[in-house]
């Protein structure tokens, strides 16, 4: 099996060999967990850029004297499995499924969840270091490891942290990062010349990188569903259905359609735990008299508004 994942991961494989290895993988939590320490022993040996270590002393700077400890320690790796160092190609993960989220335990520990047809991409794993690269949206929960801070790459930004739980809603256009629990550094990569734009986020506040901005938003983060696609439970507190129309797209893949353009202003407190797409739909409809058409994907809401 190692040359097959050697042959995997310097892209030499055929489509079919490559649905029969991630077919393999996904039989059993050994071939998981034997395809990882693979990967992570051929990218160990990639060189990559160190960290700005200057930036996480100085932003995730916590008082002295706190003790954290991690959970899992990284794994270290035999010699005999070295037939798959020193291959050249980055590996891509698509983990979206029939449930609209991708779920992965990291060698550490670490748990990312990723959401729909998001894709996150290994770029380095060493003894200083644990990166990737994020398209879309996810939520991590990394592990502790002061020795190795865990950096996620997007289009526009890039967010460091030592160990934390957090959101990244990450698009060509902007970077979007909640903190759920810890400190993250979200940094704004300078341009030529230029010198990195760089906040501390703690628990409760969002940051946001523009593509064309020219700083860093940092604010309260007020938004109560911005983890209902991961937790399935939705809050709505006299929220207007215009919000209620993007959340239940969002957590459920549908597309919501209002008849009637003055449905939008009507407005919604409920809470829905764990409940199916049609359910929701279906509790929203009754809530205001309307009826509901559905057509493939699409829901289309019928009746007068409020």
Known sequence: MNEKLAKYFSGECTKDEIENINSWRSESIDNSKEFFEAKNIWISMQAKPAPNKTILKNILREPEGKNVVARFGWIKYAAAAVVVLGLALALTLNLGNDERDGFRTLADGSEITLHGESTIETINITDEVREVRLNGKAYFDIQRDETRPFIITTDNARVEVLGTSFVIDATTEKTEVCVESGLVALIKPAEKGGTDLSVKL????????????????????NNLNYLAWKTKTLVFKQAQMSNVESVLEDVYGVDIEFENDALKKCNLTSTFKER???????IVARTFNLTVEYKGNKAILKGKGC
């Not at 703690?202 to 983060?221: A, D, P, S, Y």
């Open 202 to 221: 703690m628990e409760g506040e969002m940051g946001t990188v523009k593509k064309l901005g020219k700083g860093i938003v940092k604010q309260n983060n």
């Open 276 to 282: 199916n797409a049609k359910d929701a739909i279906e």
